[in-house]
T-cell receptor
Framework: AQKITQTQPGMFVQEKEAVTLDCTYD???????LFWYKQPSSGEMIFLIY??????QNATEGRYSLNFQKARKSANLVISASQLGDSAMYFC????????????FGSGTRLLVRP | AAGVIQSPRHLIKEKRETATLKCYPI?????VYWYQQGPGQDPQFLIS???????DKGSIPDRFSAQQFSDYHSELNMSSLELGDSALYFC???????????FGPGTRLTVL
């Protein structure tokens, strides 16, 4: 069965510094997709970045980049130049390549940015 | 840009009552997903629809049912509500199953 593991329940980072949120996954599929979502205290799920299993380059979206290491089955999110507004819950998710392509989520990492 | 719309945003019900949650996907998105997020938990997949047909079913109780209508909006019907049904319910839509899912703001259901 496919599984997503986020081993950091909570993290602190100083404003303007970079931070890495860890995500490892387990799948026997050759084709899969990995996502990161941000969930602020208001509750909405905000899509941040996507990495396909066949993408040769690491995905980047503004201050967000995904450090994809396929052999290690890891897809860590790197946030550069942290801002106070980055304080939120961050979920790593994998798209199952079954009939619906539903998302399987990790348990999340709560990030707090210190001024 | 248009986003996924969910209504109501907040809902308070008593035990054993029924609730209907509505989802309006982004225009031209033909795939809809429902997820349930309990307090302090990650979202769990409930059910999905593609072109108005159910495409997959997760850990959805028999007390829950859902459908997608001709205009692609979807409704999640929940009957005989229990305290444990209190959660944030997300709807997400996708232009096709292969691309990213865009989440709505969620409906926060509280069962008293």
């Amino acid at each position: 069965a496919q599984k997503i593991t986020q081993t950091q329940p909570g993290m602190f980072v100083q404003e303007k510094e970079a931070v890495t949120l860890d995500c490892t996954y387990d799948t026997s599929d050759q084709s899969y997709g990995l996502f990161w979502y941000k969930q602020p205290s208001s509750g909405e799920m905000i899509f941040l970045i996507y990495q396909g299993s066949y993408d040769e380059q690491n995905a980047t979206e503004g201050r967000y980049s995904l450090n994809f290491q396929k052999a290690r089955k890891s897809a860590n999110l790197v946030i550069s130049a942290s801002q106070l507004g980055d304080s939120a819950m961050y979920f790593c998710a994998m798209r199952e390549m079954d009939s619906s392509y539903k998302l399987i989520f990790g348990s999340g990492t709560r990030l707090l940015v210190r001024p | 840009a248009a986003g996924v719309i969910q209504s109501p945003r907040h809902l308070i019900k008593e035990k054993r009552e029924t609730a209907t949650l509505k989802c309006y996907p982004i225009p031209r998105h033909d795939t809809v997903y429902w997820y349930q997020q309990g307090p302090g938990q990650d979202p769990q997949f409930l059910i999905s629809f593609y072109e108005k047909m159910q495409s997959d079913k997760g850990s959805i109780p028999d007390r829950f049912s859902a459908q997608q209508f001709s205009d692609y909006h979807s409704e999640l019907n929940m009957s005989s509500l229990e305290l444990g049904d209190s959660a944030l319910y997300f709807c997400a839509s996708s232009p096709d199953s292969y691309n990213e899912q865009f989440f709505g703001p969620g409906t926060r259901l509280t069962v008293l």
